[in-house]
């Protein structure tokens, strides 16, 4: 594992490892949750939390230089004093870094309005698997050829590592309401959110929770949710006064007719401030309810989202689990979430197959497997699902021409077997329900990947050298 | 050969804001069809032939980019035939998808030289309840700046035009901030036979202002915030000395029309060059799809 501490110690990184012919990965934060920063194949571990400088912002052109280890939160903490903010909130914000972001094409409750983060990266400077040194995209609206920059946000670290990003600020909205509604079924509150979309409103972010969640958020945190509601609506509207004004209203009457028992608008920015705090330590309170949780991350078509979610309970029920869901329910990308306690024998396994049944739930009703997490390690074999042999046999062309010795971040988001010519063997194991990756090696990735998590927060900077690179232990 | 795609709406649910469209299918068709359940793909061609699938080809963006984002950003899934003959999807249908390569920002503005496309799916938006142009001399930075989410602004280095969108009693509130004149029409691009368009970091317009008036015969109008040019003139030699202009402050001129035989469609040699060249081989080895279109040498 290394820490470089620029962009040029991470180049020179790559390089050290490809002249020793080892493959690398990249490590932000480590709050990805498809194990897209695992280390698989024996990789030198390239973690860029010590790259985490705001390197130049530029308040007129809204454009801020980041490195890939500058915290989410922190970069919009840098830039509040100038009315600006960045847009791309996911709900880790607090730890994940805008370098991860940039790998996985992460969202957050805002990119319902304002887009996910692809839509505010401007360019990116990457050292490509060769070790050399270029930059994608630009400042310019366009730039001649294909798109590089959009192929490489979002790759998950398979075509190379960030090493200085562009991103677009977004000015602070004059107006700001945010409501919390709460209602006595699920339905009712999903019926809510179609029918905010199809009026036309389209709200800065709209996110549900259930009632199990909504408790184990009031009794962490004590923001005011209903906590004998069976779910609840947190809805955020911005802009100009008078457009704030009609879509709160309209949001209001549009729940209301759906059940609502209340409609509460956060008078000041305090109150609003508490109503989002509930929502974005959800994680974190779930430790009340048991020591851990599996959480998904699929999209479905908005218009399908009741159903999905009545299949979702049903699933969890069928596996006697705990299910919870708090999820960005504007873009339809579902948040489900299994709680459990690992030391109970066998659950594991039903926490594990009742996640691959919601999965297939998804894609069955149009959707897609992933939302802001990307593929990773954990998705990688389920590809096949949505996509047909041609389709990832053009996708793992595309990674190979960013990467022909397939150095880069090794086994994450294509399956073995993607590219035209390879055995196809695994593939034929997706049509029943077992999945290829074992249970076994999916929990030896978390575990790994929580351990190394730790090691980059504790590791000291060197003292001699701008970086450290070290064999791990077999 | 020549290639006409499918046209047609192959599905739209309001309610998910996503429309999936053959790749023949004309835009204004597709508007009006929006428009019908108050939405909109703010696509913008600047030509009122124009099919989705051909816009999204040569990636071209329209004036409402500043707050509606590029054209890349509207699609969410695509398919197309690649060389050898197989119909290859990428992306998915819902807004948010990290599921896989980003094949949707590759194919869009890559000129056909990929593989050719026949469907997409594209994220659709509420349509603005309200919207007005408006125009004003204060300089165009004062404006700007005094502007919340301005859906374009537009400017011939004199004159700035505003478009607002939104609900009306806002938009009289801006246009009163901006200190913006009586609404007007909405101002037409350049035209002429000779036309391209400049990009350029949005911070040099000002500068490259008074390069495009040295040009003896050039009609051009900027999208400010974006970086966008739209230059016309009825002599070739107006786009060779734009071109020169436009490199000269850090940006390229993309030929849209006209342009004598020497004048190439991009003037510049692509930038990652061997990066694109693994790319093209890796969709199209034996350069059939769009052959020299792209600069720089085979397989392009």
């Not at chain 1, 677009?168 to 919390?180: F, G, K, S, Y």
């Not at chain 2, 991009?266 to 060249?277: Q, T, W, Y």
Request: with cysteine; charged share 20%.
């Amino acid at each position: 594992m290394c820490f470089p501490d620029s962009a040029e110690t991470i180049a020179a990184a790559v390089r050290v490892a490809r002249r020793h012919g080892r493959p690398f990965v990249a490590r932000g934060s480590g709050t990805g949750l498809a194990g897209g920063a695992v280390p698989v194949d024996d990789p030198v571990v390239i973690v860029t939390t010590r790259c985490n400088r705001v390197l130049d912002v530029d308040p007129v052109q809204r454009v801020a230089w980041v490195e890939p280890g500058v915290l989410n939160l922190d970069l919009s903490r840098t830039i509040r004093h100038l009315g600006l903010h960045y847009a791309p909130d996911p709900s880790s914000q607090a730890a994940c870094s805008i370098g991860g972001n940039v790998a996985t094409n992460a969202g957050g409750p805002h990119c319902l309005a304002y887009g996910v983060t692809a839509m505010h990266v401007l360019a990116v400077e990457v050292v490509l698997p060769d070790g050399s040194v270029t930059t994608l995209g630009g400042l310019e609206p366009d730039a001649p050829g294909y798109d590089l920059r959009g192929c490489f946000v979002g790759s998950e670290g398979t075509m190379g590592i960030a090493t200085r990003i562009a991103v677009r600020l977004t000015p602070n909205p004059p107006e700001v309401a945010t409501l919390l509604l709460d209602f006595t079924s699920v339905d009712d509150a999903a019926a809510t959110v179609s029918g905010t979309i199809a009026s036309g409103a389209l709200p800065a972010a709209l996110e549900m929770m259930d009632a199990k969640i909504t408790r184990a958020v009031e009794d962490f945190v004590g923001a005011g949710y209903p906590r004998d509601a069976e779910a609840v609506l947190l809805v955020e509207v911005d802009g100009l006064a008078d457009g704030v004004a009609e879509q709160v209203a309209a949001v209001s009457e549009i729940g209301k007719a759906n059940g609502a028992r209340h409609v509460r608008v956060a008078a000041d920015d305090a109150e609003r401030a508490l109503l989002w705090k509930g929502r974005k330590s959800a994680f974190g309170a779930i430790a009340r309810i048991a020591p851990d949780y599996y959480l998904h991350d699929a999209v479905v078509p908005r218009s399908k989202l009741l159903d999905v979610l009545r299949r979702v309970y049903a699933i969890a029920d069928e596996h006697a689990l705990t299910m919870m869901n708090v999820f960005h329910a504007g873009d339809g990308n579902l948040h489900p979430l299994i709680a459990y306690d690992r030391r109970q024998p066998g659950v594991w396994e039903h926490v594990y197959e009742a996640g691959t049944e919601i999965l297939r739930t998804c894609i069955d009703a149009g959707g897609v497997l992933s939302g802001e997490h990307g593929v990773g390690l954990e998705k990688r074999d389920l590809m096949p699902l949505l996509f047909s042999p041609d389709d990832l046999d053009a996708q793992a062309r595309l990674r190979d021409a960013f990467d022909p010795d397939g150095a880069a971040n090794p086994e994450k988001v294509l399956p073995r077997g993607s590219r035209c010519g390879e055995l196809t063997a695994e593939r034929a194991s997706i049509g029943d329900k077992s999945c290829p990756l074992s249970t076994h090696a999916l929990w030896w990735c978390r575990s790994v990947g929580e351990h190394i998590g730790k090691l980059a927060v504790g590791r000291p900077r060197s003292a001699t050298g701008s970086w450290k690179c070290a064999r791990p232990r077999a | 050969m020549e290639v006409r795609a499918p046209a047609g709406v192959i599905a739209y649910e309001p309610a998910d804001l996503t429309v999936t469209v053959g790749a023949g299918t004309s835009v204004l068709d597709l508007d009006s069809l929006l428009a019908e359940h108050g939405q909109m793909c703010p696509l913008d061609p600047r030509d009122s032939n124009a099919t989705v699938g051909g816009l999204i080809a040569v990636g071209l963006s329209g004036v409402r980019r500043l707050r509606h984002g590029p054209v890349r950003d509207t699609v969410l899934e695509v398919r197309f035939v690649t060389a050898d003959g197989r119909v290859v999807k990428g992306g998915g249908p819902t807004v948010k998808n990290v599921t896989g390569y980003d094949l949707p920002r590759l194919l869009v503005g890559s000129f056909g030289t990929l593989g050719v496309l026949v469907q997409m799916t594209l994220r659709c938006r509420p349509r603005p309840v309200a919207w007005q142009w408006a125009s004003t001399t204060r300089p165009v930075d004062a404006v700007a700046a005094s502007l919340f989410r301005p859906s374009s602004v537009l400017w011939d280095g004199e004159n700035t035009f505003v478009l607002l969108e939104g609900f009306d009693r806002d938009i009289g509130v801006e246009a009163r901030a901006a200190q913006l004149g009586p609404p007007c029409e909405a101002p037409a691009l350049p035209n002429g036979t000779h036309r391209g368009r400049i990009s350029v970091a949005p911070a040099a317009l000002g500068s490259l202002r008074d390069a495009l008036n040295d040009i003896t015969g050039a009609r051009w109008l900027a999208e400010w915030g974006v970086g966008t040019v739209h230059v016309a003139g009825d002599d070739p030699r107006v786009l060779v000395d734009a071109r020169a202009a436009a490199a000269r402050h850090g940006g390229w001129l993309l030929r849209e029309a006209g342009g004598d035989e020497a004048f190439d469609g991009f003037g510049v040699a692509l930038p990652n060059g061997e990066l694109h060249r693994r790319i093209k081989e890796a969709f199209d080895p034996n350069g059939t799809c769009n052959p020299g279109r792209l600069p720089g040498p085979h397989p392009f």
